[in-house]
């Protein structure tokens, strides 16, 4: 494939797709940019460059596009999956970095650091100002979102002696309430027994219509005096207007990595009046920065790259990953060249759509089983049309809602 990195990369990470046989090209464009330089990639890395609608239309043969962190909310993502691009992710790999820097963030305030050491710079020693910490041991963190990071902060909350509170949602696997147990993160039913008695707020989700602006006065309403906001997610989960309201008004203060208006660029001179706040220790976005992360994020980019190669995208984000189809079609049939054809034929002339496929070949290799997802109901001539295939052994036919794994396809 021909690779466009379009941010910085590890070159020893960049060398083993080289080496694999790809065409890497890496450069540090802008949104505008990249539009312009898209045109003959069949595979885009970005870690903050803005994918835009217009940089996917200007893409002639784009497949993947592969955003080295978790969020996706810098790519049009309506965008991507109605050209048919895979969008995946790198999950996960950058959680130690934000988890430190969050718990960095809290001991800063609580120790008062950053006014200390401005102190000290200015020739100033006032260890009477300084010596009033209350200190996190025994204090109540409240979690909001148990991602990677999420989880990643309340292990070391608890590592301090912090007591550690969520949300108790639905759809969590088993797997992620054994973590949850092993920890010994308590779960509560209501937004107000997590914000109540909370002395930290972390929060750690994604941008979204749900997420933006979810901080707003109810929410800083809740916590009690001296509470303390931590945020290193997006910074449009705040409402800063909000947040800038209680930091003058109430005994709050608030750790911030990020900003809803923060600069696009590395480097900007920009004003803000929740960063300047005196309640206010901050960042410069710098959550996932630390040369671990990056280089763990590194090598998720190149085992996502070599998995779509092998056909099996990984950690993909606009793919359906439910039944969608109002019909499901089970078809054990001889595996033969063209049969699944022949059975794609006789759905379409049933008038019917295929929504999710899926073909796995049983042990020895002589049948296999299909598995479709359609978007209208079986009629009986349909059942008998598949049936009368030669090399159909049985049909099936269910209602929609089974899970089905998605298609993959090779690029």
Not at 126 to 140: E, F
Not at 149 to 165: D, N, P, S, Y
Not at 206 to 213: E, H
């Amino acid at each position: 494939m021909r690779i466009l990195f379009a941010d910085p990369m590890d070159p020893e990470r960049v060398n083993t797709l080289v080496r694999a046989g790809h065409d890497c090209v890496v450069q540090n464009l802008s949104g505008d940019e990249l539009t312009a330089t898209i045109a003959g990639f069949d595979a885009l890395v970005v870690r903050s460059t803005l994918v835009s609608a217009a940089t996917i239309e200007a893409a002639d043969c784009l497949s993947l596009i592969v955003r080295a962190g978790a969020g996706v909310d810098t790519i049009d993502r309506a965008a991507a999956s109605g050209a048919g691009i895979y969008l995946c992710n790198v999950p996960g790999r950058n959680a130690i970095a934000v988890a430190e820097l969050t718990m960095g963030l809290l001991l800063a305030i609580d120790r008062g650091l950053a006014d200390g050491a401005a102190d000290l710079r200015a020739g100033i020693w006032d260890k009477a100002r300084y010596s009033g910490a209350t200190g996190v041991h025994g204090r109540t963190m409240a979690i909001v979102g148990l991602g990677d990071i999420g989880l990643a902060v309340a292990e070391r909350a608890k590592a301090f002696g912090m007591t550690v509170v969520a949300l108790d949602r639905q759809g969590r696997t088993a797997d992620v309430h054994s973590r949850l147990r092993s920890i010994g993160i308590r779960l509560v039913e209501t937004e107000n027994e997590l914000l109540n008695n909370a002395d930290v707020v972390s929060l750690h989700v994604p941008r979204s219509a749900n997420t933006t602006g979810m901080v707003d006065r109810d929410f800083l309403a809740k916590l009690p005096e001296g509470a303390i906001v931590l945020n290193t997610s997006r910074g449009e989960v705040v409402d800063e207007t909000a947040l800038l309201h209680v930091l003058d008004h109430r005994n709050f203060s608030a750790g911030l990595d990020v900003f809803a208006d923060e600069p696009a660029t590395s480097t900007a001179n920009w004003s803000s009046r929740v960063a300047r706040h005196p309640r206010v220790v901050g960042s410069h976005h710098i959550g996932a920065s630390t040369a671990q992360a990056q280089a763990a994020v590194a090598d998720g980019v190149v085992e996502t790259i070599e998995a779509f190669e092998r056909g099996e995208p990984m950690n993909c984000v606009n793919l359906v990953t439910e039944n969608t189809g109002i019909s499901c079609l089970t078809i054990r049939h001889l595996d033969r060249v063209g049969v699944l054809a022949k059975v794609l034929l006789e759905i379409s002339r049933g008038g019917l759509n295929v929504q999710q496929m899926e073909n796995q070949v049983f042990e020895g290799g002589r049948a296999a089983v299909a598995v479709i997802a359609i978007d209208g109901d079986v009629s009986t001539e349909l059942r008998h049309s598949l049936q009368a295939i030669e090399e159909v052994l049985a049909v099936a036919v269910t209602g929609g809602g089974h899970p089905i794994r998605p298609a993959t396809m090779r690029s």
